[in-house]
């Protein structure tokens, strides 16, 4: 299980499950839930929590975006061009 979590550290826990496992097993084994507007993925993959989890996958937890970065990107480009306003 591996979650990055404000300041840019990274929280990992490794958990023993049954072969029957799936990814809301494997968070509640690990202490660890996906938070509103998240997702689970594995090795990058949006996962439903309902779907199975094999040896060696690694659940990640996705937190939602912050900002919309092609909106950010925008914002950043509209400074730049009129730095005074």
Do not use: H
């Amino acid at each position: 299980m591996v979650m990055a979590v404000a300041g840019g550290s990274v929280v990992r826990r490794t958990v023993e499950l049954p072969i029957t496992a799936s990814v809301r097993d494997a968070l509640s084994a690990a202490a660890m839930a996906v938070p509103d507007g998240g997702v689970a993925t594995v090795f990058g993959r949006i996962r439903s929590l309902e779907s199975a989890v094999a040896d060696g996958e690694r659940v990640e937890i996705c937190l939602p975006l912050a900002a919309d970065p092609k909106q950010a990107r925008r914002s950043r480009a509209r400074r730049r061009a009129n730095p005074g306003r």
